[in-house]
């Protein structure tokens, strides 16, 4: 495949994303995870892009906005050991794994005000597997990069995409 296919991709799974939201009643992210299921595991989806990683913590790509429909997507880098915060989203949420194998831990509130929120489940999330949410205060996860190589994982969400680093997360003390 060549950087015009790969770019075929991207502009196909933008597209399907689209028809999923238009499409949608209510909450999308189920939706819009499918269509993400679809693509995020081909390996030349990326190819032609450049998405290094930082030594701090993850970082974020933009792949797609829709400024005027509000939402966006992202490649998101993951070194090893680097892990999100605790947190709810304040937007819809889904996510496709496209290289690596990223740890998703689920978290319930807590019934003590102030106390950090519990352990609840945790799931091991591979290529071209989906997770999403809703945006609600009680859907509570954490993502991380427990293995020894980097990982890749394509986020779509309910928010254009310079909102997310002051509106997308509720963070909680872990």
């Known amino acids: 495949m060549n950087v015009l296919s790969a770019r075929g991709a991207l502009d196909a799974m933008a597209d ?3 028809s999923a939201l238009r499409a949608a009643q209510g909450d999308p992210s ?3 995870a499918e269509v993400l299921g679809h693509y995020a595991a081909d390996p030349m989806l990326l190819l032609g892009r450049d998405c ?7 970082i974020r790509h933009l792949l797609h906005e829709d400024v005027e429909a509000g939402w966006a997507v992202a490649a998101l880098v993951w070194r090893p050991g680097q892990m999100s915060p605790v947190h709810a989203h304040n937007a819809w949420c889904a996510v496709g794994v496209h290289r690596g194998v990223l740890t998703e831990t689920f978290y319930e ?12 489940g945790i799931a091991l999330r591979r290529p071209g597997d989906i997770t999403y949410g809703p945006a609600r205060a009680d859907a509570i ?3 991380a990069n427990l293995g020894t190589e980097t990982a890749i994982s394509i986020h779509a969400y309910g928010l254009p ?3 997310f680093c002051s509106d997308l997360n509720r963070v909680f003390a872990a």
């Open 161 to 163: 995409y310079g909102r």
């Open 109 to 120: 509130p807590s019934q003590d005000d102030g106390a950090p929120p519990l352990l609840s």
């Open 52 to 58: 290094p990683c930082r030594a701090e913590t993850y």
């Open 30 to 32: 189920a939706a819009v």
């Open 141 to 143: 996860h954490r993502l």
């Open 16 to 18: 399907g994303i689209s």
